[in-house]
């Protein structure tokens, strides 16, 4: 069972060849024996599973049933679940069970998906591999001595071996497709808006977007079906109806012209992620799209000016942790200052910290016209590459990141050289347009990620050319060997 | 731009983040390497351009003028570290 | 040495929205404390803001009002600071691009004329919540009911040049609030707080000097003591050889000084950037006329169509116009008086004031409705009761007697008019005083006086005076 795809599963529920609380357990007796491995559940929320699993079963029995009923997910521990410790992996909300539930939990669960857990991730969403979460790091799959990737590591991970058969994860500079490159998954991070923020803690507000991490491209359209859409809580959530992205899955490729920026494919990409690319990409020529060279000029600019605007966004957003109202707070504080400067000392982490630091130095007096406003500026010329680019190609391709995945500890040491893994992630959140990865081969045993950029809302096309490929390859279906 | 430990101090503190006296050094290493690393944007003529806040072009939506939350006080507290006859207590603060 | 004070006005008003700028929580005075702070007013992880049309609205009628600009295109910034009243460890605000830029007012203080006062600007933003620092052992309680209410903070250019300005200015503001029923004007509940900036310099000097803030005066006669002593202060220190310390300071009502606020931030780096949770803020031409069409009669306005309408003086007119209630109340009287502009105006300034003031009530509050009150001047010019007994019958419509008519009657307080009447009483009076008769006829005019107030005594002051005089006249001058 846990081999299948969103819609084997749910095929097979709306058959009867097995029933929800079946998959759920499934599901649940997987996660407790094979996560002791990976790290990848931070909380398991058995009781109500089964309960949603069973809800579920008596949907499917009365024929109400949509493309997600009875299906079981793992979400993101950054999106607020009501009564369920939401931690965002941190200590400084360890004890927080979120009184209120995110949009994005609300509408899967009206969907009638099933949440199994909450996943492990980079603390308060700020890494690159996992390995910043206060409860330990995440483990890829394919070497459990490797990471994953991040922020949503534990969702990528758990993923890949296959204890759920989706999971949800969020994107700021690569989150979401960073973590399914490097697991040998199918991610997609949608169009800055497309996705309700309301419920999901904050990192840098301009730059989040939440979206599903799954084996398929057909799984993910499901996924962000249910996810998507206008929700009055969010301003900067758009007000424009949902495509029907199954829908369009199937249409052909001929025509379609993808653009591949030189810059992506220079110095710093491992030669042989960059060989499975271009293989890659050859599929996508057989299917009849048409392949040109394209050039993002302002690409090396993308990520100083993201840790700048980044760090400054989340700088603002995590001073409402303060031991005051939720969240950790420092025994017996002596005064106010006291109470502050520990509950937030001892409730964050050193890369929280750095990236709080930064982000309060280049908004002090003195230096915000230098750093932010200038970031803000580079972040003008990015997007107009972008859109620049699309006037001549449909798609824009190349690798997710520069290298596979890296072995623990490997970085940790050094946050420049880890920050330069989202090199080719980065960009896009900067512009906000949508971004997907999809397994495109494995280089010496681990997974390599092929990335797609499309246009603002353009989702549907970006579905449509992944799923296209996988019907002609077969990257998306190999399992880890440990997890099979 | 280099930042010493009298700078980290100083960061810290406008941030409320308590930082330990060994880990200065650390930090004051790390964030110049950060800061070293992102003085790339100067080199770049911005002239006229127009800092982007937002990915899109859109206006701020506005919100008719209603009462819809009711009293969650209870829930709310549950969940607070130090709370008395309703408040939220901390350390007494001086006017 | 002569000094000149040089002083800004910061004030924040409260809109009278239902609800709050960024969230759906009521904004409603005096609940039990955390009743009304939902997620959003929390700052609890994950929660968003989304702006009150209605905040907007008000905004935009000041800034009309005021003459001023109102923004097509304004932005949210965030400042950034910790305190425990505000739960996001930022105060949503708007910083560079406010939704109201240059404007002015006009205002009077006595001996001085007309003075227009700048107003630079007027921008939306959040108020925080409430410390309560007794009851608790050590510790301090905060209610957040408060935070997320939308506040207009209004900054005048410093324009003003003694406290009395600032009064002046202040009230201006006050009234111009009330009057667009964007502001409730409270200011014992808080809703219009005032913060003074305040130098001198020596006269004829361009440069301004070495300013301090005073903060948190909640009422007109504060802000000119607050003001006063600043400014003595200040000239004191620099007389002395000394130099300013720019600085934020209280005002100690019951010590009536200003002292050095404890600060709460030692740098106050508050790092504006702009709000990423929020769009800009764009208005069209329609929003603005809208709003521009439903704008009240503004007070100078009113002001001057009073004088007009009603022949006031400059004086009188502003006195009825300082509030709108004052101004309704007036017109109504008028309306219910057959149209008596002048003898309404006397008396709602008159009678009507100073009873209103000995019993500290409210215009809102009079016992005295303009109908009834209209309904006794018509019988004062209709002849029914002279002026004088007026002041009897109202005293008795206060007292909840009833209307003028039904007081007139019941006391027999009609006035005589009819000559054959008062004839006769005169007769009497001058029967009852031959040696005053004779002082008078022999050239004692001041014995007149006399005479009419005999016979006021002897009709219990309901003689007509006009009638009185007149066959006075006649009689004692055959």
Redesign the interface.
């Known amino acids: 069972m846990h081999q299948k795809t969103i819609a084997e599963l749910a095929a097979g529920l709306r058959a009867g060849d097995f029933s929800s609380e079946e998959l759920t357990r499934h599901l649940l007796d997987r996660i407790s024996g094979l996560d002791g491995k990976l790290n990848s559940v931070i909380t398991l929320t058995e009781q109500q599973a089964l309960a949603a699993a069973r809800a579920a079963d008596r949907r499917l029995q009365e024929g109400d049933a949509g493309p997600l009923t009875g299906i079981p997910f793992l979400h993101k521990d950054i999106f607020c679940t009501r009564g369920v410790r939401t931690s965002c992996g941190s200590r400084m909300l360890d004890n927080f069970e979120a009184p209120y539930d995110a949009t994005v939990t609300e509408k899967l669960a009206a969907a009638g998906a099933v949440m199994l857990g909450k996943t492990n991730m980079d603390e308060f969403a700020m890494g690159s591999s996992n390995e910043t979460s206060f409860y330990g790091p995440v483990k890829n799959p394919w070497d459990l001595e490797r990471v994953p990737g991040g922020s949503s590591g534990g969702s990528a991970s758990a993923v890949a071996a296959r204890l759920a058969p989706a999971a949800t994860g969020t994107d700021t500079g690569g989150s979401i497709r960073q973590p399914a490159a490097l697991c040998g998954i199918t991610g997609i991070k949608p169009t800055y808006g497309r996705v309700s923020r309301w419920g999901m803690i904050a990192f840098a507000s301009s730059l989040d977007q939440a979206g599903p991490m799954t084996r398929t491209a057909e799984d993910a359209a499901l996924m962000l079906a249910a996810m998507a859409g206008f929700d009055e809580r969010d301003s900067t959530c758009i007000d424009r109806p949902v495509d029907d992205y199954s829908a369009s899955l199937g249409s052909a490729l001929n025509g379609l012209k993808i653009g591949l920026p030189k810059e992506y494919f220079g110095e710093g990409l491992d030669a042989s992620v960059g060989a499975a690319v271009e293989a890659a990409i050859d599929e996508f020529r057989k299917l009849g799209a048409e392949v040109k060279g394209i050039s993002l000029p302002n690409t090396s600019l993308a990520v100083p000016a993201y840790y700048v605007v980044a760090p400054a966004e989340c700088s603002s957003n995590l001073s409402r942790f303060d031991g005051v109202r939720f969240g950790y707070r420092c025994e017996n504080p002596k005064d106010l200052e006291d109470l502050y400067v520990r509950s937030r000392g001892e409730g964050f982490g050193a890369e929280v910290k750095r990236r709080i630091m930064v982000g309060t130095y280049a908004l002090s007096a003195g230096y915000y016209d230098a750093y932010y406003l200038k970031a803000q500026q580079v972040r003008q010329l990015i997007r107009d590459d972008f859109v620049k680019a699309f006037e001549d190609v449909d798609v824009i391709m190349g690798p997710t990141s520069p290298t596979p995945a890296f072995r623990l500890g490997e970085k940790a040491d050094d946050p420049v050289t880890m920050y330069l893994s989202d090199i080719y992630t980065i960009a896009v959140n900067l512009a906000g347009l949508p971004g997907m990865s999809i397994p495109a081969g494995f280089v010496d045993g681990l997974p390599v990620g092929l990335q797609l950029i499309g246009n603002y809302f353009d989702e549907s096309r970006l579905l449509n050319a992944a799923h296209q490929y996988q019907q002609v390859t077969d990257w998306h279906t190999r399992v880890p060997e440990e997890f099979k | 731009m280099a930042l010493d430990t009298e700078a980290v101090s100083k960061i810290a503190y406008l941030a409320r983040l308590g930082v330990d006296e060994s880990e200065y050094d650390t930090y004051a290493r790390n964030l110049s390497d950060i800061l070293a690393f992102v003085e790339q944007l100067n080199a770049v003529d911005t002239e006229g351009v127009l800092p982007l806040a937002h990915p899109l072009d859109e206006k701020q939506r506005l919100r008719e003028d209603k009462v819809t939350e009711a009293d969650q006080r209870e829930l709310f507290q549950k969940i607070a570290p130090r709370t008395e006859a309703g408040l939220y207590l901390v350390p007494k603060v001086i006017e | 040495m002569e000094w000149e004070a040089v002083i800004g006005l910061e004030i924040h008003a409260q809109l009278a ?3 709050k700028i960024f ?4 904004t409603a005075y005096g609940a ?8 959003v007013d ?15 609205r008000m905004a935009a009628k000041f800034g009309l009002a005021t003459h001023a600009t109102v923004a097509k295109r304004s ?2 910034a ?1 400042k ?1 600071y ?3 009243d505000l ?4 105060q949503i605000s708007q910083y560079e691009l406010p939704i109201v830029l240059s404007g002015y007012i006009d205002i009077d203080v006595d001996d001085e004329g007309s003075k227009r006062i700048g107003i630079t600007r007027a921008h939306l933003e959040e108020d925080a919540g409430k ?3 007794e ?2 052992h ?7 009911n408060r935070a997320g209410t939308p506040l207009l903070e209004i900054v005048s250019e410093p324009d003003l040049r003694s406290a009395k300005e600032a009064v002046a200015y202040m009230k201006k503001i006050h009234a111009l609030v009330r009057y667009l029923e964007i502001c409730d004007g409270n200011m014992q509940e808080g809703s219009f707080r005032c913060d003074a900036n305040i130098s001198v310099r020596p006269r004829g000097q361009e440069a301004f000097g070495t300013r301090t803030e005073v903060k948190n005066i909640n009422s007109f006669r504060f802000v000119e003591r607050a003001i006063n002593y600043e400014i003595e202060r200040q000239i004191d220190i620099l007389e002395g050889g000394g130099e300013i310390v720019q600085e934020t300071r ?1 005002y100690d009502a019951d010590k009536n000084e200003t002292r050095p ?2 600060s709460k931030e ?2 106050n ?1 508050y ?4 709000d ?7 208005l069209d031409d329609a929003f603005i006329e809208d709003v521009r069409a439903s704008l009240p009669e503004l007070p100078d306005a009113k002001r001057d169509r009073f004088m007009e309408q009603y022949g006031l003086s400059h004086y009188d007119a502003g006195v009825l116009t300082a509030s709108r209630e004052l101004a309704v109340y007036f017109e109504a009287t008028v309306e219910a008086s057959g149209g008596e502009g002048k003898l309404s105006a006397n008396w709602v300034m008159g009678e009507l004031s100073g009873l209103l003031n000995k019993e500290g009530k409210d215009i809102t509050e009079s016992p005295v409705t303009p109908d009834q009150l209209g309904g006794m001047l018509k019988r004062i010019q209709d002849g029914t009761i002279s002026g004088k007994i007026a002041k009897q019958v109202f005293e008795a419509i206060w007292n909840g007697e009833g209307d003028a008519d039904a007081v007139i009657e019941k006391k027999g307080l009609k006035q005589i008019t009819d000559p054959a009447a008062i004839e006769k009483i005169i007769n009497e009076v001058l029967d009852k005083n031959p040696r005053q008769v004779e002082q008078y006829r022999g050239g004692q005019e001041k014995l007149f006086g006399f005479f009419v107030g005999q016979v006021m005594k002897a009709t219990q002051g309901k003689a007509n005076p006009g009638e009185v005089n007149k066959l006075l006249k006649k009689l004692l001058n055959p």
Not at chain 3, 138 to 144: A, K
Not at chain 3, 276 to 282: F, G, K, R, V
């Open positions: 929205t239902r609800s969230s759906g929580a009521s039990e404390p955390n009743t009304q702070a939902c997620a929390l700052g609890l992880p994950g929660v968003l803001p989304v702006l009150n049309a209605e905040a907007v932005v949210f965030r950034n910790f305190y425990p739960p996001k460890g930022y410390s309560l620092h009851d608790f050590g510790e301090t309680g905060i209610d957040l209280l606020m404890r030692e740098a780096d790092r504006y950037f702009p990423p949770d929020l769009l800009p803020l764009e």
